[in-house]
């Protein structure tokens, strides 16, 4: 039994039972959970002393400010952006995104993102909302002509890390491409090597002169696209296998690694077409900070 089954069972307990569970899982439509669950922290909120409020500061790893200066932040900030090519838009996602962004779509236990009480999360990855929007963008527009966006966000993950440069929040800056399987893997070969390119010169205008990008193939027919880029093989890696399709790869600046990316499914399964294609890169503006 996992330390999270223990402690479900523990609460279901005191609170009467499994049923409540069913209740609140599936029985109330979204609307009304939302109006409970409003109504709970209404009450929990009520329940606490300004010294409570300030003592759970002191101690919540989600809202204690970011241990980088604002100021490192910022000029990575700028330096990545300064990258992007001028026809690539770069996207202000909002600070949350719909319930399921990331474990609707992706093999993501929804426990690693922090759920509100409002059938949204807050944000955990601009990788996802980006192809919401790229989504969106591509079933309006209906042509083969690639939508490519990118995005600088600040994210939440739940889940503990720990080490060096392990954040609860943290900087992402992300690319997103999609468009249409143009056949004989061109659209993977052209906006794989874009990618690279993106990301090594943001790298390095983050100060870093050698970037390294290491490229594993999950698929062995898209062993022409890994030959095609500028990148060290890497088919010993273990993460990112069931998330990514095709190929991934991950980016090394000074010794530590500060970005990854790969293809995925995701707009094929929104918008229900097996032809959909889409890249998602990411950097993390921290670590290069």
């Known amino acids: 039994m996992t330390e999270r089954t223990s402690a479900l069972d523990r609460v279901l307990m005191q609170a009467g039972g499994s049923e409540i ?14 109006t409970l669950l409003l109504e709970v922290m209404r009450r929990r909120a009520q329940a606490l ?16 400010p970011a241990p980088i200066p604002f100021t490192r932040l910022r000029r990575a900030e700028d330096a990545v952006l300064s990258a992007l090519p001028a026809d690539v838009e770069v996207v202000t996602l909002a600070p949350v995104a719909p319930l399921g ?6 093999p993501v236990d929804q426990n690693k993102v922090v759920s509100t009480v ?10 996802n909302a980006l192809a919401l929007e790229a989504a969106l963008r591509r079933r309006a527009a209906a042509g083969s002509e690639p939508v490519r966006l990118a995005a600088l966000q600040r994210v939440t993950r739940a889940q503990r890390f720990e080490g060096a440069a392990f954040f609860a929040h943290f900087t992402l800056f992300a690319l997103v491409t999609a468009g249409r399987d143009t056949g004989d893997l061109a659209f993977e070969r052209r906006h794989a090597a874009e990618h690279l390119a993106i990301l090594s010169k943001a790298v390095r205008a983050c100060g870093m002169p050698d970037p390294e990008a290491r490229v594993t193939v999950l698929d062995e027919r898209f062993e022409r696209v890994a030959a095609s880029l500028d990148a060290k093989p890497d ?6 296998r069931g998330y990514y399709t095709g190929l991934c ?8 690694e500060v970005g990854d990316g790969g293809f995925v499914d995701w707009t094929a399964r929104l918008l ?10 990411a950097l993390g503006v921290d670590r290069l900070a």
């Open 49 to 64: 002393s300004p010294a409570d409020v300030l003592r759970r500061y002191g101690q919540d790893r989600f809202v204690a």
């Open 272 to 281: 229900g077409n097996r032809k959909e294609r889409l890249l998602i890169s």
């Open 235 to 240: 088919p010993d890696r273990e993460s990112g």
């Open 249 to 256: 790869y991950k980016i090394y600046g000074g010794g530590l």
């Open 118 to 127: 409002r059938n949204s999360e807050v944000a955990a990855d601009p990788t």
């Open 21 to 34: 569970l069913d209740v609140l899982a599936g029985r109330l439509s979204g609307a009304d959970l939302t």
């Open 101 to 106: 962004a990331c474990s609707a779509v992706g």
